[in-house]
């Protein structure tokens, strides 16, 4: 079993959840945390290193360093793993985020309790994207999602209570209806005769779920997945969890948490009930439409930097399960890459969010001006990130936004010249305008709070970012203008995934 | 007489034993030895629950029927009964504390007693295939359960309680009692067996009175909404130690007695008759059982709704209506001892500690007493289903097995059941956000617990942290009951 380097994922941050068990003071804890996050960050590497060279001889399995190991034998529950270019992605995406918010919560309250839960957070996340076992893809879920609850409610700001409580439900309400629908889908994964499964991968090769029962699974669990996705109207608990959150919380959570929702779509909604998702996607294509311009409009009037930002993430996860409803690859490469355009920006954003409000003490735009005078750095920082969010070449939103259009406005065609309608060519043109809208709150809160004059002299006093926030930063940066300057690799990578096989399942 | 067929019911000679020795130490012990008396009792406990599972021993060693065919043991019967005898270890354990006790001095030896043969008479009713010996189970198992409510005896609530529960428990016997001579009339016996093949598939009103009263009778037990009326005030009213006896042994043993004369008895009327009947209560023992638990303040009742709720999701294992469905009730049951006992015993520590039992007492716990607190986030987030603690497991296996029968109908109820576990996971969240994330000043202070109450939770939380993640447990149970002859009386 521990010969399959995936198991590391999960393996380590059980030992640094031990190790953060026996730490005796601040230092040991930010020890323990660095060490753990950078041992996952050059896992991650390492794992994509080997992925590539692997691919790069000619092999053509849909997932690579799988490994499957009997848990509750009866059942047929194994612990199987296994990863495609989605999942490295994903991998890759979500240890930088933690190795950044471990920076970022550097001077946190009652640390070790925070590291604890942090971990265990990151835990499920791994868990999840190595998964390729519905079982315990479903555990590692909602052992992502309950530590939210705490590290809101206790180390949170604002409505905290509210917001946790509001957070947990929504997101336990979107697993309830998943678990009903991973259910059902293990009673139908195999013909008459077989053993049933609960692997994701033999599930496919089957393809044996009637297509009465995947109009009534897809829904469940696409809606499932889709909560966490923040789609309409299933994404409320997303701007209140997020303006409560401390900041490497909501890092973490609209960073890499919300990406599990659109992941859960693609892996399990999609991929298993293909036939549901050609079916069904129009209802969906509309409330991902909404999400889009809604979230994006949304954000033009709040004042408050979180919600701002919260609101835009609507805006584009949204985007993300609308390329994915595409059922096209162009569409789809777009959507992943979308994904880890989104997370590391986001995280970008509210890292700097919470930088600059651990020095004002306010969020309101209202409330500030005039930074780039008195902390340039963290305004650059800003700026930077702002950009990417509107999409500017050179950085990742553009090449993630750009190849999600291209592609939805292939199949778009593709669907009305075969005089299928015109659903999704109308809805790609509407998504299209939240690009127009993005550029209006970006801009906005960009000339309000950075440029102009100091709003309030008291803040002339404050100091720019210290090493730790700049390391945090940085790096985030240094990722976002990667994916901006080397699409490239990140398509070539992704495109991996798309296999023989996925076309055939798919049927693209 | 064949005297031999004695050596079928080992585990109830055993546990007869038991209490035979621990009446003689009550009895004849001099006065400063009597302080040994629990401790004496829970080793005793403690022996015949490991000589349970090893089958030279107490274990059945396959299926044995004795008496004419009116008492039958196998596996999967020394399964559920090692199970309880593992509750009534912890139990003992948490107990120790409290009738050491000044005020129960007096009184040690009978809550040892009364809870002795209350075991018994549980296990009567899981082994028997009569129904005279189900009711002389039902009655044993009920009756000294009352006295032991009242054991508080210089509390007006522990009386209150006590008599609430005495009405329910013999209104529900009469009611049950009344269904089974309408059974009897139609089939002319009162053999498990006899009645199964005599009642085939012919449905009549008098048939389902009959099942009706039946399943109201052990609902009263079990209490399912609307029979439920007695259990928070007796919950609430009972010392803690015996709160949780009846919240978990009790409540499990009925519930597998339940299964095995719901299929064994009445099997061959399912889709006619009690599969509507059961669907129906569990909608509305799980939907009332949540939406009055989010009001409660008293941590007691809390726990007393929450068991209601709880009590409506092993009931999905008895409309399964097939092997899985019987693993999983028996697993289920088996995580909820360890997780409600963890809860029990931290409520327990507190009163015994400071006699607060509000929940606005626990604001802030976490200060205080972390480990007391950690304890029992571990015991809701069990309760609640949240992984990787093993209410997560036992919750998806029931559903599992409880989906596993295939038509839309249960598809509709687990739906309802999942979405009651959001309630849930409302009101259990209310007690770890007290304890966590309120910045009040902590009514609690700071205090050790005594030993045995520290043992009896590291005992819970470990198993609450173990059960799950380890599928020895419940594939074995799997097992078990995949190759009982019991699954002979499933139909489909």
Redesign the interface.
């Known amino acids: 079993m521990f010969s399959n380097i995936l198991i590391y994922f999960v393996v380590i941050p059980v030992i640094m959840l031990a190790g953060l068990g026996l730490c005796r003071n601040i230092k040991q804890i930010r020890a323990v945390a660095v060490a753990g996050s950078t041992a996952l960050l050059a896992l991650s590497v390492y794992v994509l290193v080997e992925y590539l060279a692997i691919r790069a001889t000619g092999n053509n399995d849909p997932m690579l360093f799988t490994g499957s190991w009997s848990?509750?034998?009866?059942?047929h529950?194994n612990l199987a793993v296994g990863v495609d270019g989605i999942s490295i992605a994903m991998l890759i995406l979500s240890s930088f985020i933690v190795f950044a918010g471990s920076f970022a919560s550097w001077t946190i309250q009652q640390p070790k309790e925070f590291f604890l839960w942090l971990i265990l957070l990151s835990t499920g996340v791994f868990g999840f994207f190595i998964s390729v076992d519905l079982?315990t893809m479903f555990?590692?879920y909602?052992?992502a999602l309950?530590p939210m609850?705490?590290l809101i409610?206790?180390w949170g700001s604002g409505r905290?209570?509210y917001s946790?409580?509001k957070l947990?439900?929504m997101l336990?309400?979107g697993s309830?209806?998943l678990?009903?629908g991973l259910?059902?889908i293990?009673?139908h994964s195999a013909p008459e005769g077989s053993q049933l499964t609960w692997n994701i991968l033999e599930i496919a090769a089957y393809d044996a779920i009637p297509h009465g029962w995947q109009q009534?699974l897809f829904p469940m669990t696409f809606v499932g997945f889709g909560v966490l996705g923040a789609m309409f109207p299933f994404h409320t608990w997303s701007p209140d969890g997020h303006a409560s959150a401390p900041t490497a919380v909501s890092m973490l959570h609209a960073g890499v948490l919300m990406k599990l929702g659109g992941y859960g779509c693609f892996r399990v909604a999609i991929y298993l009930m293909p036939f549901a998702a050609k079916e069904l996607s129009f209802i969906f294509l509309i409330l991902t439409g909404i999400s889009v311009v809604y979230g994006a409009f949304c954000a033009c009037v709040k004042t408050d930097l979180k919600y701002i930002n919260a609101y835009s993430s609507v805006s584009h996860c949204g985007l993300v399960l609308f390329a994915i409803l595409m059922l096209n690859s162009t569409a789809m490469t777009g959507a992943i890459m979308q994904m880890l355009s989104h997370g590391l920006m986001t995280a970008l954003f509210f890292a700097l969010i919470g930088m600059i409000y651990g020095r004002t003490h306010t969020r309101e735009i209202t409330q500030m001006g005039g930074m780039m005078q008195i902390m340039p750095y963290l305004s650059v920082c800003y700026v930077i990130a702002g950009m990417a969010s509107l999409g500017l070449p050179g950085l990742s939103g553009f090449v993630a936004e750009m190849t999600i259009f291209v592609g939805s406005f292939k199949a778009g065609m593709a669907e009305y010249l075969a005089g299928a309608g015109s659903l999704k060519l109308v809805f790609t043109i509407i998504a299209c305008c939240s690009i127009v809208i993005t550029a209006v709150y970006i801009l906005r809160v960009v000339g309000k709070l950075l440029f102009g004059p100091v709003y309030d002299d008291h803040h002339r006093t404050l100091t720019d970012a210290t090493w730790w926030e700049r390391l945090s930063t940085v790096t985030l940066i240094l990722c976002v203008a990667a994916i901006g300057c080397f699409p490239n690799f990140f398509n070539n990578l992704i495109n991996t995934t798309f296999t023989p096989e996925i076309f055939r399942v798919l049927g693209m | 007489m064949d005297y031999s067929q004695f050596l079928a019911m080992k585990q109830e000679i055993g546990l007869l034993v038991v209490f035979l020795l621990v009446f003689l130490y009550d009895t004849f012990m001099p006065r400063g030895a009597q302080k040994g008396l629990p401790v004496f009792t829970t080793v005793l406990m403690l022996l015949i629950t490991l000589g349970g599972f090893c089958s030279y021993c107490l274990a059945p060693s396959g299926d044995i029927s004795a008496f004419a065919g009116m008492y039958a043991t196998s596996p999967v019967m020394a399964a559920i009964k090692n199970i309880l005898n593992v509750g009534v270890v912890i139990v003992l354990i948490q107990s120790i504390k409290w009738t050491n006790s000044e005020a129960m001095t007096m009184r040690r030896g009978e809550f040892y007693e009364l809870l002795l043969v209350t075991l018994f008479g549980m296990y009567l009713m899981i082994s028997c295939r009569h129904f005279l010996l189900f009711v002389i189970g039902l009655e044993c198992a009920s009756l000294p359960l009352a006295a032991m409510v009242a054991l508080d005896k210089n509390r007006y609530e522990s009386h209150e309680a006590a008599v609430k529960y005495i009405l329910t428990a013999v209104f529900s016997s009469a009611i049950f009692m009344m269904g089974l001579s309408f059974v009897y009339g139609l089939t002319g016996s009162m053999y498990f067996n006899d009645i199964y093949f005599a009642l085939t598939a012919e449905c009549n009103t008098m048939l389902v009175m009959a099942i009706a009263f039946v399943i109201a009778g052990i609902g009263f037990k079990l209490s399912l909404v609307p029979f439920h009326l007695w259990t928070a005030d007796v919950y609430q009213g009972a010392p803690t130690s015996v709160t949780s006896y009846l919240s978990v042994i009790s409540k499990g043993a009925t519930a597998f007695a339940f299964l095995v004369v719901m299929s064994q008895v009445f099997g061959a009327l399912y889709s006619q008759i009690w599969e509507w009947m059961l669907y129906a209560l569990i909608i509305l023992t799980i939907t009332i059982g949540n939406l009055f638990a989010i009001r409660q303040r008293n941590m007691k009742r809390f726990l007393a709704f929450s068991s209601i709720s709880q009590a409506g999701y092993i009931m999905l294992g008895v409309i399964a209506y097939n092997a899985m469905g019987m693993a999983a009730l028996m697993y289920y049951v088996l995580v909820y001892i360890f997780s409600n006992l963890a809860a029990f015993g931290v409520i327990g520590a507190i009163e015994n500690a400071t006699g607060k039992v509000s929940m606005d007492d626990y604001r802030g716990l976490y200060k205080t007493n972390p480990r007391l607190s950690v304890a029992m986030m571990l015991a809701m987030?069990s309760l609640a289903g949240?992984?990787?603690f093993a209410g997560?497991f036992s919750k998806?296996?029931i559903?599992?097995g409880a989906?596993?029968h295939?038509t839309v109908a249960i598809?509709v109820l687990?739906?309802i059941a999942?979405?009651n576990?959001?309630v849930s996971?409302?009101y259990y969240?209310l007690v770890?956000?007290a304890m966590?994330?309120s910045d009040d000043e902590c009514v609690v202070p700071t205090f050790r617990s005594a030993c045995s109450e520290r043992l009896g939770l590291w005992i819970t939380v470990g198993g609450i942290l173990v059960l799950g993640i380890v599928?020895f447990f419940?594939?074995s149970l799997?097992?078990l009951t995949?190759v009982s002859p019991m699954n002979a009386f499933f139909i489909g």
């Open positions: 848990w509750f034998a009866p059942l529950i079982f555990m590692f909602e052992v309950i609850y705490l409610g206790v905290k209570n946790a409580m947990t439900l336990m309400g309830a209806f678990m009903l259910i059902g293990y009673y009534f | 987030f949240i992984p990787p997560f998806f296996f559903f599992t989906i596993n295939g598809y687990v739906l999942l979405i576990t959001i996971l409302y969240l770890v956000k966590f994330i599928s419940y594939s799997l097992d995949a």
